[in-house]
T-cell receptor, first 112, second 114 residues
Framework: KQEVTQIPAALSVPEGENLVLNCSFT??????LQWFRQDPGKGLTSLLL?????REQTSGRLNASLDKSSGRSTLYIAASQPGDSATYLCAVNNNAGNMLTFGGGTRLMVKP | NAGVTQTPKFQVLKTGQSMTLQCAQDMNHEYMSWYRQDPGMGLRLIHY???????DQGEVPNGYNVSRSTTEDFPLRLLSAAPSQTSVYFC?????????????FGQGTRLTVV
């Protein structure tokens, strides 16, 4: 059974710092990995999707990497801003259907 | 540009009552699914569908029913609500054309069973 772990569970940084969020998974036979953002009381917003054949994806200040063989992904946020404060979730897709396995999330707070 | 729409946003039920959580998407996505989110447990898959008329169980299906009569709608039915079903429920959809398509989520339904 796939297990997804996110470390740290919570992170507090001053504005302007670059930071890295970590995601690890136990079964490397994945189709893709997706990073989401969740604001308090809201739904999930997709940030980046990395296919199993890709090493990284970039969107603005966000860069996600994937090392499938070691079961790891990182989300790099450059020049963090208070508006980046949210919970970040990673999810892996192990099959061609609809099975996403989620990590527990990292709650990020960026202080002004 | 509605995306995935869930109703209601909030609901309080008494133990034993039944209700249906609604989910609709306007992106013509084949794949739809329901997750529940609980503190310390993360998001877990309840049921999913790969197209109209096709549904299957996820990780935590007990106490829930689904049907998919149209591409757009995927309702989740609680047959006899229990306090253990207090949770936030999310519906998601994805384009089934290929395996590498993003999942889009609704805003969630916060359900309390008393």
């Amino acid at each position: 059974k796939q297990e997804v772990t996110q470390i740290p569970a919570a992170l507090s940084v001053p504005e302007g710092e670059n930071l890295v969020l970590n995601c690890s998974f136990t079964d490397s036979a994945i189709y893709n990995l997706q990073w989401f953002r969740q604001d308090p009381g809201k739904g999930l917003t997709s940030l980046l999707l990395i296919q199993s054949s890709q090493r990284e994806q970039t969107s603005g200040r966000l860069n996600a990497s994937l090392d499938k063989s070691s079961g790891r992904s990182t989300l790099y946020i450059a020049a963090s801003q208070p508006g980046d404060s949210a919970t970040y979730l990673c999810a892996v897709n192990n099959n061609a259907g609809n099975m996403l396995t989620f990590g527990g999330g990292t709650r990020l707070m960026v202080k002004p | 540009n509605a995306g995935v729409t869930q109703t209601p946003k909030f609901q309080v039920l008494k133990t034993g009552q039944s209700m249906t959580l609604q989910c609709a998407q306007d992106m013509n996505h084949e794949y739809m699914s329901w997750y529940r989110q609980d503190p310390g447990m993360g998001l877990r898959l309840i049921h999913y569908s790969v197209g109209a008329g096709i549904t299957d169980q996820g990780e935590v299906p007990n106490g829930y029913n689904v049907s998919r009569s149209t591409t757009e709608d995927f309702p989740l039915r609680l047959l006899s609500a229990a306090p253990s079903q207090t949770s936030v429920y999310f519906c998601a959809s994805r384009n089934g054309a290929g395996v590498n398509t993003e999942a889009f989520f609704g805003q969630g339904t916060r359900l309390t069973v008393v």
